[in-house]
């Protein structure tokens, strides 16, 4: 890819902040986790979207600022993230965007909001030979090699199926983590009960998905052709309210599950909407019960 996505999604995170506060991105962020000890470590500064409940007021009267109270398990969480590739991703979205690009951007987004919230992050993605599984790292040359990473898995690697990645995590992964996955249709439609119900004993999950162009839809990208169908071939409107009735089933099936086991999902289809639907993420995530 022939740009910076680094500064490109600095820059995204940047407009969206002008326009709200200088602090929505990192409330909304700090939001997600639900668990801590109770060890008291120190005292921040509130930003949008803490808990009033952590408010130290005894503080907060003596310093004339709002105060929260921070905990040891606060301050440090192992984060990872399961990208999703494979040919699949060299289609469009139904925007017409690169599946490719958009994925890569949410992957960007939100690691990039951890490495600054100063978490442990890691990447795991499936590859021509095998699973690669990066460290639990933060800093900003973790950031960019697990973008290169994910960069090159996107262009070059074809992926195992997502729930043998998600098999794999629950076997061999034993810590506590939140974990973020970034797929497909495809992908979703292969998660299975019993595998989100081991996942989330001890981990929260949180889901993107990369929406997937309609195959009735005015642009259809044939991957085994490698390029674009004949128009004519696209807009039957019998086809279309078939196709739309089965991915409504797909989606129902699925959101099912993320209820019962309280997992968080958004929908994204072009870079342009990544940072609102990231935070949209983060506050379903907040408020799921």
Not at 148 to 177: A, F, G, H, W
Not at 224 to 245: I, T
Request: neutral net charge; charged residues 35%.
């Amino acid at each position: 890819m022939d740009y910076d996505y680094l500064a490109k999604i600095k820059a995204s995170i940047s407009l969206y902040t002008r326009k709200k506060t200088s602090n929505v991105l990192d409330g909304e962020f700090g939001s997600i986790y639900r668990g801590r000890s109770f060890d008291f470590d120190d005292l921040r500064e509130y930003v949008y979207g803490d808990s009033v409940k952590d408010i130290d007021w005894k503080s907060s009267s003596k310093t004339g600022r709002v105060l929260i109270r921070r905990y040891i398990a606060e301050k440090k969480h192992n984060i990872l993230f399961i990208c999703d590739s494979g040919r699949k991703f060299k289609g469009d979205t139904d925007s017409g965007e690169r599946k490719a690009d958009v994925a890569l951007n949410v992957f960007g987004t939100i690691s990039y909001l951890i490495n600054n919230h100063g978490d442990d992050y890691a990447l795991l993605t499936s590859t021509d030979q095998g699973y690669d599984f990066s460290f639990f790292r933060s800093g900003n040359q973790h950031l960019e090699n697990l973008l290169l990473r994910y960069e090159k898995c996107l262009k070059d690697e074809e992926s195992k199926p997502l729930n043998d990645t998600l098999e794999y995590v629950s076997e061999n992964i034993r810590r506590k983590m939140i974990i973020f996955i970034i797929t497909d249709m495809d992908g979703e439609s292969k998660i299975n009960d019993n595998l989100m119900k081991r996942l989330t004993v001890k981990n929260d999950v949180l889901v993107v998905n990369i929406e997937d162009a309609f195959l009735t839809g005015n642009r259809l990208f044939d991957l085994d052709k490698g390029g674009y169908e004949r128009e004519f071939l696209l807009n039957d409107k019998k086809l279309h309210a078939a196709e739309v009735e089965d991915r409504n089933k797909r989606l129902k099936r699925t959101n099912e599950i993320y209820k019962r086991y309280m997992i968080s999902r958004v929908s994204v289809s072009k870079e342009a909407e990544v940072v609102d639907k990231v935070v949209e993420l983060f506050e379903k995530h907040k408020n799921v019960v």
